[in-house]
Protein backbone atom coordinates (compact mmCIF):
# COMPACT_ATOMS: atom_id res chain seq x y z
CA UNK A 1 0.00 0.00 0.00
CA UNK A 2 1.65 3.89 -0.79
CA UNK A 3 2.39 5.69 2.39
CA UNK A 4 1.34 8.86 2.07
CA UNK A 5 3.23 11.93 4.27
CA UNK A 6 2.57 15.68 4.00
CA UNK A 7 5.92 17.45 4.20
CA UNK A 8 5.94 21.30 4.99
CA UNK A 9 8.90 22.89 3.14
CA UNK A 10 10.60 26.08 5.07
CA UNK A 11 13.20 27.40 2.41
CA UNK A 12 14.70 30.84 4.33
CA UNK A 13 16.37 32.34 2.98
CA UNK A 14 20.37 32.64 0.89
CA UNK A 15 20.79 29.23 -1.00
CA UNK A 16 18.07 27.68 1.11
CA UNK A 17 15.59 27.56 -2.42
CA UNK A 18 18.36 25.99 -4.30
CA UNK A 19 19.22 23.36 -1.95
CA UNK A 20 15.75 22.35 -1.08
CA UNK A 21 14.53 22.28 -4.62
CA UNK A 22 17.22 19.32 -5.11
CA UNK A 23 15.95 17.56 -1.74
CA UNK A 24 12.31 17.27 -3.10
CA UNK A 25 13.40 15.89 -6.35
CA UNK A 26 15.31 13.20 -4.58
CA UNK A 27 12.36 12.70 -2.41
CA UNK A 28 10.25 12.15 -5.39
CA UNK A 29 12.50 9.66 -7.09
CA UNK A 30 12.83 7.78 -3.86
CA UNK A 31 9.08 8.00 -3.29
CA UNK A 32 8.61 6.40 -6.63
CA UNK A 33 10.79 3.36 -6.01
CA UNK A 34 9.65 2.77 -2.05
CA UNK A 35 6.08 2.94 -2.74
CA UNK A 36 6.08 6.68 -0.83
CA UNK A 37 3.67 9.89 -1.91
CA UNK A 38 5.11 12.61 -0.48
CA UNK A 39 2.31 15.84 -0.63
CA UNK A 40 4.77 18.82 0.08
CA UNK A 41 3.73 21.98 0.92
CA UNK A 42 5.66 25.11 0.90
CA UNK A 43 5.92 27.96 3.83
CA UNK A 44 7.69 31.28 4.51
CA UNK A 45 9.89 31.83 7.64
CA UNK A 46 13.00 33.88 8.38
CA UNK A 47 14.10 36.68 6.55
CA UNK A 48 11.74 35.71 3.58
CA UNK A 49 8.88 35.80 5.76
CA UNK A 50 9.71 39.27 7.14
CA UNK A 51 9.84 40.49 3.71
CA UNK A 52 6.16 39.34 3.21
CA UNK A 53 5.00 39.77 6.49
CA UNK A 54 6.97 41.17 8.78
CA UNK A 55 7.40 38.23 11.09
CA UNK A 56 10.38 35.48 10.96
CA UNK A 57 7.89 32.92 11.51
CA UNK A 58 3.98 33.98 10.74
CA UNK A 59 1.34 31.98 12.48
CA UNK A 60 0.18 30.72 9.27
CA UNK A 61 4.03 28.98 8.52
CA UNK A 62 3.27 27.34 12.01
CA UNK A 63 0.46 26.04 11.73
CA UNK A 64 1.16 24.43 8.40
CA UNK A 65 4.57 22.88 10.38
CA UNK A 66 1.78 21.22 13.02
CA UNK A 67 0.00 19.90 10.64
CA UNK A 68 2.52 18.07 8.77
CA UNK A 69 4.25 15.10 9.11
CA UNK A 70 7.69 16.48 9.07
CA UNK A 71 9.21 19.62 8.78
CA UNK A 72 12.08 20.07 5.82
CA UNK A 73 13.76 22.99 6.61
CA UNK A 74 16.86 24.94 4.81
CA UNK A 75 17.98 27.88 6.77
CA UNK A 76 17.42 31.42 7.57
CA UNK A 77 19.19 34.69 7.71
CA UNK A 78 21.56 37.32 5.74
CA UNK A 79 22.63 40.31 5.75
CA UNK A 80 19.48 42.32 5.04
CA UNK A 81 18.11 41.63 8.18
CA UNK A 82 21.11 41.77 10.19
CA UNK A 83 20.25 45.20 12.07
CA UNK A 84 17.11 44.02 13.18
CA UNK A 85 16.40 43.97 16.76
CA UNK A 86 17.08 40.12 18.07
CA UNK A 87 13.27 39.28 18.62
CA UNK A 88 12.46 40.60 14.91
CA UNK A 89 15.69 38.82 13.15
CA UNK A 90 15.19 35.89 10.91
CA UNK A 91 16.86 33.48 13.60
CA UNK A 92 13.91 34.05 15.78
CA UNK A 93 12.39 32.47 13.14
CA UNK A 94 14.16 29.36 14.00
CA UNK A 95 13.27 29.24 18.00
CA UNK A 96 9.48 30.44 17.63
CA UNK A 97 9.41 27.24 15.24
CA UNK A 98 11.68 24.79 17.87
CA UNK A 99 9.23 26.10 20.89
CA UNK A 100 6.30 25.76 18.94
CA UNK A 101 6.22 22.12 17.96
CA UNK A 102 8.14 21.27 21.31
CA UNK A 103 11.12 20.30 19.54
CA UNK A 104 13.21 19.05 22.81
CA UNK A 105 15.44 16.19 21.42
CA UNK A 106 18.32 17.33 18.49
CA UNK A 107 20.36 14.35 16.73
CA UNK A 108 23.36 15.63 14.85
CA UNK A 109 25.19 12.83 13.34
CA UNK A 110 29.25 13.01 12.59
CA UNK A 111 30.26 10.48 10.31
CA UNK A 112 33.40 10.37 8.19
CA UNK A 113 32.58 9.71 4.52
CA UNK A 114 35.83 7.82 2.80
CA UNK A 115 36.08 10.15 0.26
CA UNK A 116 36.17 13.29 2.18
CA UNK A 117 38.40 12.01 5.05
CA UNK A 118 41.23 14.74 3.85
CA UNK A 119 39.05 17.36 4.60
CA UNK A 120 39.46 16.67 8.84
CA UNK A 121 41.85 18.72 10.00
CA UNK A 122 42.59 15.47 12.45
CA UNK A 123 44.97 12.43 10.84
CA UNK A 124 43.78 10.28 8.95
CA UNK A 125 44.44 7.29 11.48
CA UNK A 126 42.46 9.17 13.83
CA UNK A 127 39.00 9.94 12.05
CA UNK A 128 38.97 6.90 9.55
CA UNK A 129 35.35 5.23 10.47
CA UNK A 130 34.36 7.57 13.07
CA UNK A 131 30.35 7.51 13.38
CA UNK A 132 29.04 9.68 15.79
CA UNK A 133 25.28 10.77 16.36
CA UNK A 134 25.21 13.61 19.99
CA UNK A 135 21.65 13.59 21.41
CA UNK A 136 21.81 17.37 22.70
CA UNK A 137 18.42 18.16 24.92
CA UNK A 138 17.12 21.04 23.78
CA UNK A 139 14.31 23.20 24.72
CA UNK A 140 16.17 22.89 29.18
CA UNK A 141 18.88 23.33 30.70
CA UNK A 142 21.07 27.18 31.47
CA UNK A 143 19.86 28.41 28.34
CA UNK A 144 16.07 28.68 29.46
CA UNK A 145 16.89 28.54 33.49
CA UNK A 146 15.92 30.78 35.95
CA UNK A 147 16.64 33.00 37.01
CA UNK A 148 18.30 34.59 34.87
CA UNK A 149 19.64 38.45 33.94
CA UNK A 150 22.05 41.08 34.67
CA UNK A 151 20.93 42.66 38.22
CA UNK A 152 22.80 44.82 40.24
CA UNK A 153 24.26 43.97 43.98
CA UNK A 154 23.81 46.25 47.07
CA UNK A 155 27.31 47.45 46.51
CA UNK A 156 26.36 48.58 43.02
CA UNK A 157 27.98 45.81 41.15
CA UNK A 158 26.75 44.28 38.16
CA UNK A 159 25.80 40.76 38.13
CA UNK A 160 25.13 38.02 35.29
CA UNK A 161 23.28 35.07 36.30
CA UNK A 162 22.04 32.04 34.63
CA UNK A 163 20.59 29.20 36.09
CA UNK A 164 21.03 25.20 35.07
CA UNK A 165 18.11 23.40 35.87
CA UNK A 166 16.85 20.10 34.54
CA UNK A 167 13.83 18.22 35.97
CA UNK A 168 13.85 14.53 36.16
CA UNK A 169 10.99 14.25 33.17
CA UNK A 170 13.16 16.23 31.26
CA UNK A 171 16.35 14.33 31.76
CA UNK A 172 13.77 11.01 31.24
CA UNK A 173 12.44 12.09 27.88
CA UNK A 174 15.89 13.16 26.19
CA UNK A 175 17.67 10.27 27.74
CA UNK A 176 14.97 8.10 25.97
CA UNK A 177 15.29 9.61 22.52
CA UNK A 178 18.94 8.25 23.13
CA UNK A 179 18.51 5.30 24.21
CA UNK A 180 15.96 3.99 21.44
CA UNK A 181 18.19 6.23 19.27
CA UNK A 182 21.62 3.88 20.32
CA UNK A 183 19.52 0.80 19.75
CA UNK A 184 19.08 1.77 15.98
CA UNK A 185 22.67 2.12 15.90
CA UNK A 186 25.42 0.39 17.69
CA UNK A 187 24.05 -0.63 20.89
CA UNK A 188 26.38 2.16 22.71
CA UNK A 189 25.41 5.09 24.80
CA UNK A 190 27.65 7.81 26.40
CA UNK A 191 26.00 10.41 28.74
CA UNK A 192 28.15 13.07 29.12
CA UNK A 193 28.02 15.63 32.18
CA UNK A 194 29.81 17.56 34.93
CA UNK A 195 28.43 15.58 37.87
CA UNK A 196 31.35 15.57 39.59
CA UNK A 197 30.57 19.41 40.44
CA UNK A 198 27.40 20.07 39.06
CA UNK A 199 24.21 18.70 41.63
CA UNK A 200 21.91 19.31 38.49
CA UNK A 201 24.58 16.72 36.66
CA UNK A 202 24.12 14.51 39.59
CA UNK A 203 20.33 13.98 39.28
CA UNK A 204 20.74 13.99 35.30
CA UNK A 205 23.16 10.59 36.00
CA UNK A 206 21.07 9.34 38.60
CA UNK A 207 18.06 9.31 35.66
CA UNK A 208 19.98 8.21 33.01
CA UNK A 209 21.31 5.30 35.04
CA UNK A 210 18.00 4.19 36.48
CA UNK A 211 16.47 4.29 32.96
CA UNK A 212 19.76 1.74 31.35
CA UNK A 213 17.37 -1.13 33.02
CA UNK A 214 14.45 -0.35 30.52
CA UNK A 215 17.47 -1.16 27.82
CA UNK A 216 19.30 -4.01 28.59
CA UNK A 217 20.74 -4.46 25.29
CA UNK A 218 22.53 -0.72 25.23
CA UNK A 219 25.71 -0.56 27.06
CA UNK A 220 25.90 2.10 28.98
CA UNK A 221 28.77 4.72 30.15
CA UNK A 222 29.21 8.29 32.11
CA UNK A 223 31.62 10.83 30.66
CA UNK A 224 32.35 14.12 32.57
CA UNK A 225 32.14 16.90 30.05
CA UNK A 226 35.80 18.08 29.69
CA UNK A 227 36.67 14.58 29.02
CA UNK A 228 34.28 14.43 26.52
CA UNK A 229 35.91 17.44 24.49
CA UNK A 230 39.23 15.63 24.41
CA UNK A 231 38.41 12.06 23.84
CA UNK A 232 36.45 13.34 20.53
CA UNK A 233 39.47 14.67 19.60
CA UNK A 234 42.11 11.95 20.88
CA UNK A 235 40.21 9.07 20.22
CA UNK A 236 36.53 9.57 18.60
CA UNK A 237 35.91 5.89 17.42
CA UNK A 238 35.13 5.14 21.12
CA UNK A 239 32.18 6.92 20.60
CA UNK A 240 28.74 5.74 18.72
CA UNK A 241 25.85 7.65 20.43
CA UNK A 242 26.94 10.62 22.57
CA UNK A 243 23.42 11.97 25.28
CA UNK A 244 24.01 15.27 26.86
CA UNK A 245 22.06 18.84 28.17
CA UNK A 246 21.53 22.05 25.67
CA UNK A 247 25.28 23.99 26.97
CA UNK A 248 27.91 20.59 26.61
CA UNK A 249 25.39 19.45 23.57
CA UNK A 250 25.97 22.83 21.88
CA UNK A 251 29.46 22.87 22.39
CA UNK A 252 30.23 18.94 21.50
CA UNK A 253 27.94 18.45 18.60
CA UNK A 254 29.72 21.32 16.76
CA UNK A 255 33.15 19.66 17.85
CA UNK A 256 31.99 16.12 16.47
CA UNK A 257 30.96 17.76 13.86
CA UNK A 258 34.03 19.17 12.85
CA UNK A 259 35.93 16.04 12.64
CA UNK A 260 34.47 15.49 9.22
CA UNK A 261 35.52 18.97 7.72
CA UNK A 262 32.82 19.87 5.51
CA UNK A 263 29.89 21.76 6.65
CA UNK A 264 28.37 21.07 3.53
CA UNK A 265 27.85 17.60 4.20
CA UNK A 266 26.25 18.01 7.64
CA UNK A 267 22.34 16.91 8.60
CA UNK A 268 20.33 16.91 11.70
CA UNK A 269 17.09 16.43 13.47
CA UNK A 270 14.97 17.75 16.03
CA UNK A 271 12.26 15.91 17.07
CA UNK A 272 9.76 16.57 19.62
CA UNK A 273 7.29 13.98 21.94
CA UNK A 274 4.95 13.44 19.10
CA UNK A 275 4.17 15.45 15.97
CA UNK A 276 6.32 16.15 13.46
CA UNK A 277 9.92 16.70 13.72
CA UNK A 278 12.22 18.92 11.59
CA UNK A 279 15.24 18.25 9.61
CA UNK A 280 17.34 20.61 8.68
CA UNK A 281 21.50 21.11 7.40
CA UNK A 282 23.98 22.47 10.24
CA UNK A 283 25.17 25.44 8.14
CA UNK A 284 23.58 28.36 7.66
CA UNK A 285 21.70 30.44 4.86
CA UNK A 286 25.50 31.06 2.83
CA UNK A 287 24.32 34.33 1.52
CA UNK A 288 28.13 34.68 0.34
CA UNK A 289 27.10 31.96 -2.52
CA UNK A 290 23.45 32.28 -2.56
CA UNK A 291 21.79 32.29 -6.24
CA UNK A 292 24.97 31.52 -7.80
CA UNK A 293 24.43 27.39 -8.12
CA UNK A 294 27.84 27.09 -5.82
CA UNK A 295 26.14 25.90 -2.42
CA UNK A 296 26.36 22.06 -1.64
CA UNK A 297 22.89 20.21 -1.90
CA UNK A 298 23.88 16.72 -0.15
CA UNK A 299 23.37 18.42 3.79
CA UNK A 300 20.06 18.91 3.23
CA UNK A 301 19.75 15.98 1.09
CA UNK A 302 20.87 13.83 4.29
CA UNK A 303 18.80 16.25 6.31
CA UNK A 304 15.62 14.47 3.74
CA UNK A 305 17.46 11.01 4.56
CA UNK A 306 17.05 11.38 8.46
CA UNK A 307 13.51 13.05 7.67
CA UNK A 308 12.77 9.12 6.43
CA UNK A 309 14.71 7.55 8.82
CA UNK A 310 13.40 9.29 12.41
CA UNK A 311 10.23 11.04 11.49
CA UNK A 312 8.71 8.73 8.94
CA UNK A 313 10.28 5.33 9.99
CA UNK A 314 11.14 4.52 5.86
CA UNK A 315 14.81 3.15 7.17
CA UNK A 316 15.26 1.98 3.50
CA UNK A 317 14.34 4.63 1.87
CA UNK A 318 17.13 6.64 4.18
CA UNK A 319 19.48 4.31 3.25
CA UNK A 320 19.23 4.19 -0.48
CA UNK A 321 19.70 8.31 -0.11
CA UNK A 322 22.93 7.43 1.98
CA UNK A 323 23.96 5.17 -0.34
CA UNK A 324 23.79 7.34 -3.60
CA UNK A 325 25.21 9.85 -2.06
CA UNK A 326 28.72 7.69 -1.14
CA UNK A 327 28.35 6.41 -4.69
CA UNK A 328 28.46 9.84 -6.67
CA UNK A 329 31.40 11.03 -4.17
CA UNK A 330 33.00 7.87 -5.30
CA UNK A 331 32.63 8.95 -8.43
CA UNK A 332 34.37 11.93 -8.11
CA UNK A 333 32.27 14.91 -7.78
CA UNK A 334 32.21 17.69 -5.93
CA UNK A 335 30.80 20.82 -4.96
CA UNK A 336 33.32 23.94 -4.33
CA UNK A 337 33.13 23.75 -0.63
CA UNK A 338 34.48 19.92 -0.71
CA UNK A 339 36.81 20.04 -4.07
CA UNK A 340 39.81 18.71 -3.90
CA UNK A 341 42.43 18.14 -6.92
CA UNK A 342 41.35 15.23 -9.87
CA UNK A 343 37.59 15.52 -9.14
CA UNK A 344 34.84 17.20 -11.08
CA UNK A 345 33.65 20.11 -9.81
CA UNK A 346 29.98 20.86 -10.36
CA UNK A 347 27.14 23.19 -9.57
CA UNK A 348 24.26 22.41 -7.39
CA UNK A 349 21.66 21.67 -9.43
CA UNK A 350 23.81 19.36 -11.42
CA UNK A 351 24.96 17.65 -8.24
CA UNK A 352 21.56 17.19 -7.81
CA UNK A 353 21.23 16.16 -10.99
CA UNK A 354 24.00 13.29 -10.64
CA UNK A 355 22.50 11.93 -7.05
CA UNK A 356 19.09 11.40 -8.91
CA UNK A 357 20.72 9.27 -11.67
CA UNK A 358 22.47 7.47 -9.13
CA UNK A 359 19.14 6.92 -7.34
CA UNK A 360 17.31 5.33 -10.07
CA UNK A 361 19.77 3.04 -11.13
P1 LIG B 1 27.01 29.62 6.96
O1 LIG B 1 26.94 28.19 7.38
O2 LIG B 1 25.84 30.15 6.23
O3 LIG B 1 28.30 29.83 6.05
C1 LIG B 1 29.63 29.60 6.49
C2 LIG B 1 30.53 29.34 5.27
O4 LIG B 1 30.23 28.04 4.76
C3 LIG B 1 30.26 30.31 4.12
O5 LIG B 1 31.48 30.58 3.47
C4 LIG B 1 29.34 29.56 3.20
O6 LIG B 1 29.45 29.93 1.83
C5 LIG B 1 29.79 28.12 3.42
N1 LIG B 1 28.68 27.18 3.26
C6 LIG B 1 27.66 26.96 4.13
N2 LIG B 1 26.81 26.06 3.63
C7 LIG B 1 27.28 25.69 2.44
C8 LIG B 1 26.84 24.80 1.43
N3 LIG B 1 25.71 24.07 1.56
N4 LIG B 1 27.58 24.68 0.31
C9 LIG B 1 28.71 25.37 0.16
N5 LIG B 1 29.19 26.22 1.07
C10 LIG B 1 28.48 26.40 2.19
O7 LIG B 1 27.30 30.46 8.28
P2 LIG B 1 27.46 32.05 8.48
O8 LIG B 1 28.17 32.65 7.32
O9 LIG B 1 28.00 32.21 9.83
O10 LIG B 1 25.97 32.61 8.50
C11 LIG B 1 25.26 33.11 7.37
C12 LIG B 1 23.82 33.35 7.75
O11 LIG B 1 23.22 32.09 8.10
C13 LIG B 1 23.67 34.25 8.98
O12 LIG B 1 22.56 35.09 8.78
C14 LIG B 1 23.42 33.27 10.12
O13 LIG B 1 22.70 33.84 11.18
C15 LIG B 1 22.63 32.21 9.41
N6 LIG B 1 22.68 30.86 10.03
C16 LIG B 1 21.52 30.16 10.00
C17 LIG B 1 21.51 28.89 10.51
C18 LIG B 1 20.23 28.12 10.40
O14 LIG B 1 19.33 28.51 9.67
N7 LIG B 1 20.09 27.00 11.08
C19 LIG B 1 22.67 28.30 11.03
C20 LIG B 1 23.85 29.05 11.01
C21 LIG B 1 23.85 30.34 10.50
Redesign the pocket.
Known amino acids: MTQQFRITLLP ?4 GAE ?1 ISVAVDVLKVVGKKFDIEFNFQEAPI ?1 GAAIDLTGEPLPEESLDKCRNSDAVL ?7 K ?2 SLPPSR ?3 AG ?1 LGLRAGLELFANLRPAKIIPELIDASSLKKEIVSGVDIMVVRELTGGIYFGKPRGIFTTETGERRGVNTMVYTESEINRIGRVAFETAQKRTGKLCSVDKSNVLDVSQLWRENITKLAQEYPSVELSHMYVDNAAMQLLRAPKQFDTIVTGNLFGDILSDAAAMLTGS ?2 MLPSASLGATGPGVF ?10 AGQD ?7 VLSAAMMLRYGLNQSAAADHIEQSVSLILQQGLR ?3 IMSSGMKLLG ?1 RAMGDALIQALEE
Open positions: GDGIIGLAAVGGYWDRPELIGEPVHGSAPDIKANPLAQTGDC
